[in-house]
T-cell receptor, first 111, second 114 residues
Framework: RKEVEQDPGPFNVPEGATVAFNCTYS??????FFWYRQDCRKEPKLLMS???SGNEDGRFTAQLNRASQYISLLIRDSKLSDSATYLC????????????FGKGTTLSVSS | NAGVTQTPKFQVLKTGQSMTLQCAQD?????MSWYRQDPGMGLRLIHY???????DQGEVPNGYNVSRSTTEDFPLRLLSAAPSQTSVYFC?????????????FGSGTRLTVV
């Protein structure tokens, strides 16, 4: 089992749609979880951290299920500008010295 | 405040040549790392540093050397370039390691080895 697995996509949705991405991780000792966004030919940028109780940032909601080792990202009211690749990221050790990146899920929002 | 600066942005090397990819951050971050990104592979950790004078290997360290003589700089050296090292290289930094500290990435170096 790969360390961090994501839906490969692509997800093609119309503006205003709600879309959800899923991610599973293999290391049960992982402590930190993140979603990053990467635009085409650009660097990854931190979208949000994922907390155990779940957290929301505007139209974005992240959830963590430690028992199932599962992370999700929900995007409501999709905008054209949300088109990007979304990377699920997990700490691979307690020291936090090695973040493991999923391969990413590509989202395309159309008008 | 420039963040993380990588140079060069693009580079073409011949097999066997050596070069250094530069990375500098002006945020006084303790933690710095190098990743490579290949199509279908995602980002993979090459080397990382938790502070000046301290470095360690990541997932794919072979063919690369690093050093960290200052907090600001973390250069990546390719010893003898091979076509398999054709990739996009990202440098990243973080205030420290531990929970909920995400990374700031540089804009990347696109390296082609012919």
């Amino acid at each position: 089992r790969k360390e961090v697995e994501q839906d490969p996509g692509p997800f093609n949705v119309p503006e205003g749609a709600t879309v959800a991405f899923n991610c599973t991780y293999s290391n049960s000792a992982s402590q930190s979880f993140f979603w990053y966004r990467q635009d085409c030919r650009k660097e990854p940028k931190l979208l949000m951290s994922v907390y155990s109780s779940g957290n929301e940032d505007g139209r974005f909601t992240a959830q963590l299920n430690r028992a199932s080792q599962y992370i999700s990202l929900l995007i409501r009211d999709s905008k054209l500008s949300d088109s990007a690749t979304y990377l699920c990221v997990v700490n691979s050790n307690q020291a936090g010295t090695a973040l493991i990146f999923g391969k990413g899920t590509t989202l395309s929002v159309s008008s | 405040n420039a963040g993380v600066t990588q140079t060069p942005k693009f580079q073409v090397l011949k097999t066997g040549q050596s070069m250094t990819l530069q990375c500098a951050q002006d945020m006084n971050h303790e933690y710095m790392s190098w990743y490579r990104q290949d199509p279908g592979m995602g980002l993979r950790l090459i080397h990382y540093s938790v502070g000046a004078g301290i470095t360690d290997q990541g997932e794919v360290p072979n063919g690369y050397n690093v050093s960290r003589s200052t907090t600001e700089d973390f250069p990546l050296r390719l010893l003898s370039a091979a076509p398999s090292q054709t990739s996009v290289y990202f440098c990243a930094s973080s205030r420290t390691t531990g929970m909920h500290y995400g990374y700031t990435f540089g804009s990347g170096t696109r390296l082609t080895v012919v």
